[in-house]
């Protein structure tokens, strides 16, 4: 778990002050406190990695992937609706 964890809180891109780990949690809490459906996290993770970062980013190409290296980590979301208004507790 040690190698996983220092490889993940490597830059993002050659000279990004942000990690790969950080970025990913970031676009990752975007779509559970909107509600952004799994379909458009893939096509923005792909666009990302894609079009708008350098080519030798280290941005996962899906959300399904950033999830799973997020989960191995032990950082979840548990998604409960609380009450008839929106409120959410995570």
């Known amino acids: 778990m040690e190698v996983l964890f220092v490889k993940e809180i490597t830059s993002l891109y ?9 970025t990913m949690l970031l676009l990752l809490n975007l779509s559970i406190v909107h ?10 993770f792909s666009l990302l ?17 950033a999830r799973k290296k997020i989960k191995f980590l032990g950082l979840t979301y548990i ?5 008839k208004n929106g409120r959410m507790l995570f």
């Open 14 to 22: 050659e000279r990004f002050p942000c990690s790969m780990l950080s």
């Open 35 to 44: 509600g952004i459906t799994n379909t458009f996290m893939d096509k923005l």
């Open 49 to 65: 990695q894609n079009e708008l970062l350098p080519k030798n980013n280290k941005l996962s190409a899906t959300s399904y992937k």
């Open 79 to 83: 998604f409960r609706h609380v009450c």
